[in-house]
């Protein structure tokens, strides 16, 4: 489109929920292409970048995070109402994240040993994915997601065709790049087999086993997997802690986590420092 | 001297060679130690080949040792390979400018600069000829694959030391090469000293010789080569039986171990990218911000569900469709698509398999109970 002729663009607007922003700044991140992005599509709803706000519908939603108030519960449907495609970014949105670690303890176990004052918060007992609220149109994965991949989607919703985003394991990023697998040299467990693609394998490039944070790739053994290292020397709990980090409650990872750990409380407080305040 | 020729170089005249083939316009690699393995990488000397290194390997499972010798090649194939240089993971092939109503092709060009490779294994080298049937002879032809490789250099080292993974004596692909080449060396070490007997393959080999010091081979150093070989082949543990083996594989689609390999199989591709045969790919066209769209051609493994994608949905759903698919393709159908095998026995898929699935294993099992199926519908190559 030439610049002097004025064409609608698209409206985007980026959503919060429970999340760390690490996602949403990913579309800061893009400082090259930003400007570019800016003049292909409006951002009307954006606050990490702009106090400016354009009253919706939008056609397009970025949502972060999970769902882990009444408040969210709402304000998801209401996003949902405005936006014609609704696309969530990271593994907040796509499992819950790392507070979902909370759906598997007796409701109120982390904030008595977090908070001086537990009775002030108003929040759910869960912390649940995006989808499991409302209809999702696309799912970027990641903790956080790959900006690239952030910029794939945008482009791809512009000239109207299918991201290219793929839904295979993370080692096919290593083979790709000439990375040698930690795993079978004996460095260090990694996940990436059962982790799907899209950070370019970043982790094992510099020397550390992947940690999962896409999630699982499509149809992963997560169960074969943890059997091999579990030959290998490697304790339960520590491969348990390993599934249980930022996708812990993708059915994939959760299911073979719990079977690994008899005692599921002790597994996931044991890491936690209690805050000792008066 | 002429091709078919063979010489004696000494370690300095080795160094000498790769100076030369560097002189002559190429660019040299080989195998180099990094991150705890040998993977292929640019050589400036001899001073850059894994001297002293050896290899351990088994199901799953690489590890490099450092030793005290000043062999340069006692050592088997590592995860890395040659295939890459050839059918690289990520290719942009053109790009489209879209203008007002029109649309400009514009080629991305693809001139690397001719690569010699020093220190190819026997198995790598006939790998490259297996590639060479789908890329080059097929009905096909894919230009970039047959530049680069028409304008490579490779000298092959036979091997002394097969790995616990290697089992090349069984697919005729190693450890000794006799065809494929363009100069053949053989690291020999003995009462007349450390030593590569080198057999000349090709008039470029001679030329890349030109100004290296040698003496012509003699009998002695040939018999030293065989002991070698003879060494190596006894070394080597992991066999494969090929015979009637394709036949086999085609009528037992249905037998019971697909589905038991299917319960250990992570479905991650590793077995196929780190394969020198594999050749899949995947061709999607991208957009920028600008509007243009570029070609791209990217690696793709058969254990990639998008990868059996046709409308609708996927043709190999499970593991064990998907597991099936890459072993009956290396040692069964490829011989219908390509009248040769699609494994040289190099071993990569065994070792680089995060959980040690060892396709020779599976294939035996097959053997082993011929015609034990449980089958509940009709195999489609059940005439075979
Ligand atoms: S390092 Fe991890 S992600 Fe990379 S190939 Fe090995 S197991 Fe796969
Ligand atoms: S199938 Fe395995 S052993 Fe055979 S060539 Fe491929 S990687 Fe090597
Ligand atoms: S498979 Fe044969 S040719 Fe290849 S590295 Fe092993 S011994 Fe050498
Ligand atoms: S055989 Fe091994 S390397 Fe190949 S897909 Fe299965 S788990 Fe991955």
Known sequence: MSADTPVARPTLAVWKFASCDGCQLSLLDLEPELLAITRAVQIAHFTEMTRAHVEGPYDVSLVEGSITTEADVARILEVREQSRYLITIGACAATGGVQALRNFVEPGTYPAMVYAHPEYLRALDTSTPVSAHVVVDYELRGCPIDRFQLLEVILALLSHRRPIVATHSVCQECKARGTVCLAVSGESACLGPVTRAGCNALCPSVGRGCFGCFGPSEGANVGSLMQWLRSHGHADVTLARLLQTFNAAAPAFREVATNLVATKVTLVAQPLMRKERS | ?384
Not at chain 2, 229 to 252: C, F, K, P, S, T
């Open chain 2, 1 to 384: 001297m002429s091709v078919g020729a063979s010489v004696v170089l000494r370690v300095d005249d080795l160094a000498t060679l790769i100076t030369r083939l560097s002189e002559l316009g190429y660019e040299v690699k080989g195998p180099v130690v990094r991150a705890g393995a040998i993977v292929s990488g640019a050589l400036s000397g001899v001073g850059d080949l894994p001297k002293g290194v050896h290899d351990e390997q088994g199901p799953g499972e690489y590890r490099i040792a450092h030793g005290d010798d000043d062999h340069l090649f006692d050592w088997a194939v590592g995860p890395s390979g040659w295939k890459p240089e050839f059918f690289p993971p990520h290719d942009e092939l053109w790009r489209a400018r879209v203008g007002d109503g029109h649309v400009e092709l514009v080629e991305i060009p693809d001139e690397p600069r001719p690569l010699a490779v020093v220190g190819a294994r026997p198995c790598e080298a006939a790998a490259l000829g297996v590639l060479d049937r789908v890329f080059i002879d097929g009905a096909h032809r894919d230009t970039r694959y047959v530049e680069r490789r028409e304008n490579a250099f490779v000298a092959v080292v036979e091997c002394s030391s097969p790995a616990a993974t290697c089992f090349c004596d069984s697919m005729s692909s190693g450890p000794n090469i006799e065809v494929g080449f363009d100069l053949a060396l053989t690291e020999l070490d003995d009462d007349d000293g450390h030593r590569f007997l080198a057999r000349v393959g090709s008039v470029r080999a001679l030329a890349a010789l030109e100004g290296v010091a040698f003496v012509l081979a003699s009998a002695v150093d040939f018999s030293a080569r065989d002991a070698v070989l003879e060494g190596a082949r006894r070394r080597m543990v992991r066999h494969l039986d090929v015979d009637g083996l394709a036949g086999v594989l085609a009528r037992n689609l249905e037998h019971p171990r697909w589905a038991e390999v299917a319960e250990r199989c992570l479905s991650c591709g590793n077995c196929t990218l780190v394969c020198p045969t594999c050749f899949c790919s995947d061709v999607r066209d991208a957009t920028d911000l600008d509007g243009d769209v570029v070609r791209q051609r990217t690696w793709s493994s058969c254990f990639s569900v998008d990868h059996s994608y046709l409308h609708g949905g996927a043709v190999r759903p499970t593991t064990q469709s998907r597991y099936r698919q890459w072993m009956t393709h290396k040692l069964s159908s490829w011989w219908d698509q390509f009248d040769t095998t699609g494994c040289v026995g190099c071993g990569r898929c065994v070792a680089w398999c995060p959980v040690g699935i060892d396709l020779t294993e599976e294939a035996a099992a097959i053997v082993r109970f011929d015609g034990v199926t449980s089958v509940t519908r009709p195999s489609v190559r059940s005439h075979l």
